[in-house]
């Protein structure tokens, strides 16, 4: 077989990247090609009443201008010539468009305020477990159907000139191919899609007063949606390329990439700015118990990931990004994990996915501030503030991973972390000291890898999932922590449950 060149477009919170994928013969290999920031923008304004306020929005612009960068790149370095193109993001964002092509304004990032309160709203106007029952989604104040609410309720006005809502993935499809189609994986987190049917609930769109016709088709990952729109392939100086849907939403990527081959005994972590903790089942379970746990069933790619989010290592971004600009320097990743190393352990712990974090003006005085309500020992160094942090999150998984086992009633028997967080030796190690269990990591690029091996499936060069397994563990490195320290972190586990539970 003709080995076949596939171009993975990977946009995360904190970064993008873009890899070529090539495979043929049982042969899988990756090159990176380009790989850039990301990060929201904050703008403040005032009010007719002369009253501040924020706005967060996404640089859709500059990533676009990065993916072309990208394209170009392979065109002089490789060839003139792809096979397919695939893109995955973040979750919860969009933007509309016009009937004349045109957005409507900036992309807002999820981040934004305006959502603080949106959930509630969300709830008046459908029971919640009904809702739930439906979509299978945990109530998060991010989720697109708080998004197209408040639009609804805030923006009335500009419905006139809407034409469709294109969500984050569909809005580069539509730069590079006027294509306007969602794979059922990101469809699926909008807790607007019947986890069970794969279509738009017609009930909550109703409910929510929704016009008809407001979301893209749903298609499945893996399916041909359009091609390199003519003039820009040729701006470029390539082929009119075949676009593909993937697992459009990250994680789902990154799932798929998990080199698991008993789904029963694994957990999977998804590991980057979100920490996405779960395990991989054949349907949704969208009892009463998951939902009070607020549990995600979220699509895969023939199966249902069951998952939690986790805030993740946008913290420890949120306090490197803080440090730099005091410094007026970066700080090393290597320099982040030596002051780990170095600082005292179990001084102090957070709940990572307590509100105080979501967004704060500045991380460190919200972890001070954490600390001061629950009793605890401030942090007095940056060494002792990060670990605080690490540990919590090890902590955390734990925890959410009691709750997946008692969802699910399987026990998992190993962890998979999968993502950029994978090369973090010591949170890995954190995380197998934390829950006794065999740690495996790997691959770190798993969004990249997944979205290749689904574009591979689309185009029939790959025969499932199974085979993709197989082709990923030979082609690329695993590795294994074994736990330490078991008793000692027990303790810190019992302590940490009760800091957890301090509401305020």
């Known amino acids: 077989m003709t080995a076949k060149k596939i171009f993975a477009i990977d946009l995360g919170n904190s970064g993008g990247k873009c890899f070529l994928g090539i495979i043929g013969d049982g042969s899988f290999e990756i090159h990176e090609i380009h790989r850039f920031e990301n990060e929201s ?43 397919s193109i695939g893109i995955d993001t973040w979750g919860p964002d969009g933007q509309f468009i016009t009937k004349d092509g045109e957005l409507i304004g900036r992309v807002y990032s999820y981040r934004d305020h305006r959502l603080d309160a949106m959930i509630d709203v969300l709830k008046s106007r459908i029971d919640s477990f009904r809702i739930y029952t439906i979509t299978g989604i945990q109530f998060q104040r991010f989720n ?35 294509v306007k189609k969602i794979d059922t994986t990101w469809a699926s987190v909008t807790q607007l899609m019947d986890a069970r049917t ?90 009463k118990e998951a939902m009070n746990a607020n549990i995600s069933n979220e699509g895969g790619i023939g199966n249902i990931r069951c998952l939690k989010n986790c805030m993740g290592l946008w913290i420890v971004q949120e306090l490197k990004r803080m440090w730099d600009i005091t410094d007026g ?67 955390k998984y734990r925890l959410i991973a009691q709750e997946i086992d008692r969802i699910t009633k399987i026990n998992s028997k190993r962890v998979q972390i999968v993502g950029g967080g994978c090369n973090n030796k010591i949170l890995n190690q954190f995380t197998a000291n934390a829950f006794g269990l ?29 085979e993709a397994i197989c082709l990923i563990k030979d082609s690329f490195t695993i590795n294994k922590y074994s736990p330490m320290n078991t008793a000692e972190w027990n ?14």
């Not at 979205?451 to 060069?461: D, K």
């Not at 303790?491 to 305020?504: V, Y």
């Open 41 to 83: 923008v904050s703008f403040y304004f005032e009010s007719s009443k002369k009253e501040s306020f924020e706005h967060i929005y996404w640089d859709d612009t500059l990533l676009y201008h990065n993916i072309i960068k990208s394209l170009q790149k392979y065109y002089r370095e490789y060839s003139n010539h792809l096979d």
């Open 144 to 178: 697109i159907s708080n998004q197209l609410l408040w639009f609804i309720l805030n923006r009335n006005y500009l419905l006139r000139d809407v034409h469709i809502f294109l969500p984050m993935p569909t809005l580069f499809y539509y730069y590079l191919g006027n």
């Open 198 to 287: 794969k279509k738009w609930s017609i009930e909550i769109l109703q409910k929510l007063g929704m016009p008809k016709g407001i979301l893209p088709e749903i298609v499945q990952p893996g399916t041909l949606i359009g091609r390199l729109s003519e003039p820009l392939a040729k701006a470029i100086g390539l082929n009119r390329v075949n676009l593909y849907s993937v697992a459009a939403h990250d994680t789902a990527s990154a799932f798929a990439a998990a080199p698991v081959e008993d789904s029963d005994d694994a957990l999977i972590i998804s590991s980057g700015t979100w920490s996405l903790i779960g395990k991989l089942i054949p349907e949704p379970i969208t009892t």
């Open 329 to 395: 320097r970066k700080m090393g990743w290597d320099e982040v994990l030596s002051l780990v190393d170095n600082a005292l352990s179990f001084s102090s712990f957070i709940d990572p996915d307590h509100s105080a974090f979501y967004n704060p003006n500045n991380m460190q005085d919200a972890i001070v501030y954490f600390c001061k309500r629950t009793g605890q020992k401030v942090p007095k160094n940056r060494g002792t503030f990060l670990r605080v942090v690490y540990e919590s999150l090890a902590l």
């Open 438 to 466: 065999p740690v495996y990591t790997g691959p770190a690029d798993a969004t990249v890898i997944g979205n290749i091996i689904v574009q591979a499936m689309g185009m029939g060069i790959i025969n499932g999932i199974n």
């Open 491 to 504: 303790g810190a586990f019992e302590r940490f449950k009760t800091i957890c539970l301090n509401k305020f």
